[in-house]
């Protein structure tokens, strides 16, 4: 038997719902962020966008939505409420396929994009850490039982060589390995690739952008380029004076290799507490980007604007996300 529902209840789907008509007649920006535009068989964090359907949601955001730069979003956000509202692209973290797959499509578009880059990477070789990291737990048919692995934080250790069991690891060793400095995973990853036997896998396709590639993908009049800081490591996690490298030294890493300072900026994993979020207004940011899931209004800090993650949706489920979630 189905009970109704309590009035309580039914007055929060109310209230719910109300307020969510009602910010709809206010006026409001989207900013949507994507890492990959590619396919790849090992995907634990759902960053891959496949070309086709990249190429849908940006038709249906140029049909339904005004694509703006990043740095103009706010403000388009603040006009009278348009029959068509704002909405930026952003990428985070610089994979060569933003440059080889992404940017073409913006191209033909028209549809200007944010490419935030993690410069520490840049021109490095093989895959970012993750994805490595991804490919050596989860991508082998068989595995050893037993694991210890030694890390700063402690020892990460396991015991069922099951491949269910692999995403409990992969989760684990992921938490420990984003708070180490780079030297300190890439041992922690050696390890691992000797115990998996295998350090195998379509790695190429998911390392980063070079020097170069950087300066190519900005020189196509589309794509700006913004910071990631340097490790990717989450800021709040790190001592203050850290915290402040990370974000001057990356916007002087992307300066040297561009020859333009960022004005926009983007906090590794969403992770931005009010302290850190003064470092990046101290560093004369106009423009960064936090980890929680709202539209942008004209009373959004902008160095702590909303954005919404965009996952592998073909284009008709992309469009009907859009009206449920945004459109007026």
């Not at 984003?178 to 379509?202: F, I, M, N, Y």
Request: glycine letters at 8%.
């Amino acid at each position: 038997m189905n009970r109704l529902p309590s009035p309580g209840k039914t007055a929060r789907r109310l209230s719910g719902w109300a307020s969510r008509m009602a910010g709809r007649r206010r006026p409001r920006g989207l900013i949507l962020v994507y890492h990959r535009v590619a396919r790849s068989a090992i995907d634990p964090w759902n960053l891959c966008v496949s070309p086709e359907n990249f190429a849908a949601h940006v038709a249906a955001l140029s049909r339904y939505a005004r694509i703006v730069p990043l740095t103009e979003l706010q403000e388009a956000a603040g006009d009278a409420p348009p029959a068509r509202p704002p909405v930026a692209i952003t990428f985070d973290d610089g994979y060569v396929d933003n440059l080889q797959v992404a940017a073409p499509i913006l191209t033909r578009a028209g549809a200007p994009a944010t490419v935030f880059l993690v410069t520490g990477s840049l021109g490095r070789p093989g895959p970012f850490w993750w994805d490595r990291l991804a490919w050596l737990v989860l991508a082998p048919r068989t595995v050893p039982e037993e694991l210890n692995l030694e890390l700063p934080g402690g020892v990460v250790r396991w015991r069922d060589g099951r491949p269910g069991a692999r995403r409990r690891l992969h989760r684990n060793v992921w938490t420990a390995l984003k708070l180490v400095d780079e030297d300190t995973r890439d041992a922690a990853l050696d390890r691992l690739a000797r115990w998996s036997g295998s350090d195998a896998g379509p790695l190429e396709a998911s390392r980063p952008l070079t020097p170069l590639e950087v300066r190519e993908i900005g020189a196509t009049g589309v794509v700006d380029l913004g910071s990631h800081t340097v490790t990717h490591r989450p800021l709040p996690r790190l001592p203050l004076e850290q915290r402040r490298r990370e974000i001057v030294e990356s916007l002087e890493a992307c300066a040297r290799i561009t020859g333009r300072r960022p004005s926009t900026f983007s906090y590794p994993h969403g992770e931005a507490d009010p302290t850190t979020v003064e470092l990046a207004r101290d560093a004369g940011l106009a423009v960064a980007c936090a980890g929680h899931e709202a539209l942008v209004g004209p009373g959004s800090d902008p160095c702590a604007l909303p954005r919404v993650s965009v996952h592998d949706w073909p284009g008709h489920l992309f469009t009907r996300w859009l009206r449920w979630y945004w459109l007026p």
